[in-house]
């Protein structure tokens, strides 16, 4: 029931550029931190989150692996990813770093308002 005490409105909207979502699995801090600054400052990224604690299993080379990673999750537009990719494969020294992006079917407009801005190549 619209306006109906305790209920919030959902907001949710389609932005005009594609917002997506980027993963990419860290195999420590240092390495994180020094990736997500350079998105950001690079405006390759609006933001980039940075969650430790992740626990990776995988095969490799025909082997089962563990590992302990950080995992960044980072917003860009659409026609940011390439750049995005190559700069991420750039600085991560993983042979072949994760590197999956979903598009946002969605979400507050001002906020996918702002990912588009933050991610607008300076001219």
Same mark, same amino acid.
């Given at each position: 029931?619209?306006?109906? $005490?305790?209920?919030? +409105? ?7 550029? $594609?917002? *997506?979502?980027? !993963?990419?699995? =860290?195999? @420590?801090?240092?390495?994180? @931190? ?12 609006? =933001?980039?989150?940075?969650? $430790? ?6 095969? %490799?080379?025909?082997?089962?692996? #563990?590992? @302990? ?8 537009? @659409?026609? +940011? ?10 600085? !991560?020294? !993983?042979? *072949?770093?994760?590197? &999956? ?10 906020? *996918?308002? %702002? &990912?588009?801005? #933050? ?5």
């Amino acid at each position: 029931m619209p306006g109906a $005490p305790g209920r919030r +409105r959902r907001a949710a909207t389609i932005a005009a550029m $594609p917002v *997506l979502i980027v !993963h990419s699995a =860290c195999p @420590d801090a240092a390495t994180a @931190d020094a990736i997500a600054r350079a998105l950001v400052a690079e405006r390759l990224a609006a =933001c980039v989150q940075v969650l $430790p604690g992740m626990r990776s299993t995988y095969r %490799w080379d025909g082997a089962i692996e #563990q590992a @302990d990673e950080v995992l960044l999750i980072a917003k860009t537009r @659409d026609d +940011r990813l390439d750049a995005l990719i190559a700069r991420v494969r750039a600085l !991560h020294p !993983h042979e *072949l770093p994760e590197l &999956v992006a979903v598009e946002a079917a969605g979400g507050l407009a001002p906020y *996918l308002a %702002w &990912v588009t801005e #933050q991610t607008r190549p300076h001219e």
